[in-house]
């Protein structure tokens, strides 16, 4: 049986910080997301939600999703008290618009995040989406999302300023169209791409240093950037997946992972190849093609009552673990992802729970590997050469800190390996882990539940992993001062 856990420490390709992006989509009566964020009473950020999210400490968040297909931007700012409420056109219910872009971008400052915004794309063609029922005009156009450019980030824009921010927001990410091959009464291929073009020159007009994010699933990604690829910085996909939670005997289905425990294991440290095969479909259409892929929308998607309970266990914070490996491992051309959406109420595909009317706030499993994998990583991808077959591990490095990030796939067994690098001396090493039973799951605030643990790592680098564990690594390396003076 191999026990080596072999790490080259050449680096690689750069990894991106934005791997463990967030996105907060307001999601109406399916979902208490932005509205139960936001303390109506005090009109401004709960502050359990803006603690829990400097803990989690992603760099970037999007704000958008479906919801910008309908959303017109200039509703959203001014004077809260004069700001009209709109119909949420998929997931139910009216928005306040108490949340525009002054509180996104305010709620972004506070916890170290960027912000960037996903634009109103003629509602990605849907009609029922641009004239709805309940009436009004709900598509927008280039010269609605120029204007929106304008509004963050030019100096002199005299709407932004008579409503309270004086200096520009600078805002260099955006996103044109949000799963606009989705519906097939929207726009196809052909056209968006087309109509991306349009939108890329017309915001690039009010600031031409933005980055731009287009469109490219369900097959798009080689014709459109056949069309519009010299225009676009980025090409946005999205992957929801089930875990085989679509079997009629699935442990995910439901509330019957309580019942057992192995099968829902084992169904749970398979999840990762669905997104790895998603991003191996996206590569292979973009080919030899440079443009960098973003991952603007992923989590799981499971059937049964939607609260999806089963992602408060350990056992899916583990399960997302491996596939932030996945995230990793694909560094090269991913350079923006997440793995939740950010919070709610209700849905527990999020990151953060909110407890409503009242509670603290907190970080569900998945938030937690996030977190930890954000705060002990590198900047550049290294190779693992090899491992113990139970041990699930990527790695990197900054400088003279290298970086493992390793998942015990093993429910109830240990894991013990002897760390070997291919280069240098090693100086000191930690682990940062977390680790508890498969079985538990996290339904309130308890900030020693799935509490980090800091331990020393002896010089021989040799380590036992714990059962059901996430770790971070980081070997320090003795520099070449350090050496010189050692002998």
Known sequence: MNTTLMVDTAPRFGL???????FMEPLGAT??????????????????????????????????????????????????QRRRPMHN????????????????????RRVGSQPFFCVNFESDGRR???????????????????????Y??????????????????????????????????????ETTARRTIA???????????????????????????????????MLAFHNMFRAGSAEPTSPL????????????????????????????????????????????????????????????????????ARILNVHERNGDRLKVATLADFCGNRWQVNAIMIPTPHGRSFMMPVARVMSLYRRHSGADAIRVVSAPSDLDVTASRSGDTLFLHVVNTCRTAPVSASIGLTAGVVHSARSFEIAAPPELEIMEHNADVLAVRERPIPQDLNWTFPPASVSAIEIRLASRDTLERAT
């Open 16 to 22: 991106s910080p934005n791997l463990y992006m967030q």
């Open 89 to 108: 056109l998929l997931w139910g219910g009216v928005e306040s618009n108490q949340v525009g872009t002054h509180e996104f971008v305010d709620f972004c």
């Open 128 to 150: 029922n989406w641009a004239r709805p029922p309940c009436g009004g005009v709900r598509s927008a156009g280039p010269a609605e999302a120029a204007a929106w450019v304008d």
């Open 31 to 80: 979902e208490g997301s932005v509205e139960a964020a936001w303390d109506h009473v005090r009109g401004d950020w709960r502050q359990d939600v803006v603690d829990a999210t400097a803990e989690l400490a992603p760099p970037l968040m999007r704000f958008g999703g479906c919801f910008s297909s309908y959303y017109r931007w200039r509703e959203g700012v001014g004077l809260r």
């Open 199 to 233: 939108f890329v020159k017309a915001m690039r007009r009010k600031d031409p240093e933005i980055k731009i994010i287009g469109w490219g699933d369900s097959g798009w990604a080689k014709r459109m950037l056949e069309i519009a690829g010299e225009h676009l910085d």
């Open 152 to 189: 963050c980030n030019n100096p002199l824009n005299a709407l932004r300023r008579r409503n309270g921010a004086a200096e520009p927001f600078n805002l260099k990410l955006w996103q044109v169209g949000n799963e606009t091959s989705y519906d097939p009464n929207g726009y196809d291929c």
């Open 253 to 320: 289905r439901n509330n019957n992972f309580r019942d057992d425990p192995d099968a829902t294991w084992a169904h749970l440290m398979n999840a990762w190849r669905e997104p790895q095969e998603k991003i191996e479909r996206i590569r292979s259409e973009i080919g030899d093609a440079s443009i960098p892929l973003a991952l603007t929308e992923c989590h799981f998607t499971l059937p049964g009552r939607n609260r999806c309970e089963v992602l408060s266990t350990w056992a899916a914070g583990v399960a997302n």
